[in-house]
C-alpha cells in the first residue's frame, strides 16, 4: 500500500521558514515525480512546486524565488524549503508522487499538513 508521510508544518509569522518532508513508502513501478500542491480556505488545490527524477523543477509563479524542491531519489523523498512566508501562503500542502507501473501513470497523495502564516 502506498503512503506518503508528510512532517514540517506548522504556524510561522510573516517573513519566516518552513521545511516541509515527504517520504514515499509501498510504492511498486517508477516515480517519475514528485511534489507539492496546496489548498486554501475556498480555493482550489493548487501546483505548488515538482520535481522529476531527473531534477527538472518547476515552480508556481506565486512561490519563485522563495520556495526550493528537492528531492533525494534513493529515500523517494521530497522537501519544500519555504522562505519570506506570506500570509497568503497560508493552507493545506499535499505531497503529490506520479508512479508508472506497467505503462500507466498513478497519481498518489499524502494526508496534508497544515501551513499557517499570521501576518
Known amino acids: 500500500q502506498v503512503q506518503l508521510l508528510e512532517s514540517g508544518g506548522g504556524l510561522v509569522q510573516a517573513g519566516g521558514s518552513l521545511r516541509l518532508s515527504c517520504a514515499a513508502s509501498g510504492i511498486i513501478g517508477s516515480v517519475i515525480a514528485m511534489g507539492w500542491y496546496r489548498q486554501a480556505p475556498g480555493k482550489q488545490r493548487e501546483l505548488v512546486a515538482t520535481?522529476?527524477?531527473?531534477?527538472?523543477?518547476n515552480y508556481a509563479d506565486s512561490v519563485k524565488g522563495r520556495f526550493t524542491i528537492s528531492r533525494d531519489n534513493a529515500k523517494n523523498t521530497v522537501y519544500l524549503q519555504m522562505n519570506s512566508l506570506k500570509p497568503e501562503d497560508t493552507a493545506v500542502f499535499y505531497c503529490?508522487?506520479?508512479?508508472?507501473?506497467?505503462?500507466?501513470?498513478?497519481?498518489?497523495w499524502g494526508q496534508g499538513t497544515q501551513v499557517t502564516v499570521s501576518s
Open positions: 520535481i522529476t527524477s531527473g531534477g527538472s523543477s
Open positions: 503529490n508522487a506520479k508512479v508508472k507501473k506497467f505503462l500507466r501513470e498513478y497519481d498518489y
